[in-house]
């Protein structure tokens, strides 16, 4: 399969609701390659990116999906929502959370040769915020490669939580604990990002500074999940608190399903 022919399928299954097989092997290369040609299509039709997300940052997420290194994905306003917000499941396919700390930025940084000081210089202030991410291949059987080509697996956000400023906070140390309905579920700190949120936001940077794409002021950076993704159903409160930084919540229903 071609480049564009990946793609063109890709987009279909998440426009239709009807994921696809695994694609035959290919390039990590050529798995960037389909996922930036998604992105232009989505711009051309009026979409813009306003952020980018890092996936498989931490140990549990590299495990669960059988891979040694991050990957990314891009952010388009038409997947961000507010803090509180009730969002329909109709839009997606198999979706699952993830909890992380969003960056936003103050300035432009663009690879190679990012380091974490240089993110940290970059960055306005940090928020607590929700992945949902989604497979657009049937029952997630997913290589690397074939999330990379799906945009890192990424449908949406909520941002919330108090902006609060790098000088203001231990990045490796915030702590965060996960509710689900009301009830204790996980827990975790910012560590369990490569050690450091920063270090992953660097890492986002220069890989895609490869590609000859930047990290652009006003972006808002998902660094990576803290623990597993963990699937959500219709009715689920999923509400994450975070040391310091705040708190990020959100409702999930099902189309005619009031809550």
């Known amino acids: 399969m071609t480049v564009q022919q990946r793609a063109i399928a890709l987009l279909e299954a998440e426009k239709t609701k009807q994921p696809i097989d695994p694609f035959p092997p290919m390039t990590v290369e050529e ?45 388009l306003d038409s997947m961000m929502h507010l803090d509180g917000e009730k969002v329909s499941l109709e839009d997606f396919i198999q979706p699952k959370l993830e909890f992380e700390i969003a960056f936003v930025l103050k300035k432009d940084v663009k690879g190679p040769g990012v380091t974490m000081l240089d993110v940290i210089d970059a960055t306005d202030y940090i928020v607590p915020a929700i992945e949902i991410i989604d497979s657009r291949i049937k029952d ?46 996980d827990s975790a700190a910012g560590a369990a990002v490569m050690g450091n949120p920063a270090r992953a936001v660097a890492w986002l940077a220069n890989a895609l500074g490869e590609y000859d794409i930047s990290l652009h002021a006003g972006e808002v950076i998902l660094s990576g999940a803290l623990s597993k993704a963990v699937p959500v159903e219709a009715g689920d409160q999923w509400t994450v608190e975070f040391d310091h930084i705040g708190s990020v919540s959100a409702a999930f229903q099902s189309e005619g399903v009031r809550m």
Do not use: C
């Open 31 to 75: 798995a960037y390659h389909t996922q930036l040609a998604q992105i232009r299509q989505k711009v051309e039709a009026g979409a813009k990116v306003v952020g980018k997300k890092i996936g498989l940052t931490s140990k549990v997420m590299q495990e669960m999906f059988q891979v040694n290194e991050p990957d990314y994905g891009h952010l």
């Open 140 to 185: 997630w059987k997913i290589r690397f490669e074939d999330t990379v080509a799906d945009n890192g697996s990424s449908a949406g956000a909520i941002i919330g939580g108090k902006p609060t400023k790098l000088d203001q906070v231990n990045l490796s140390s915030i702590g965060m604990a996960v509710y689900k309905n009301g009830t204790y579920f």
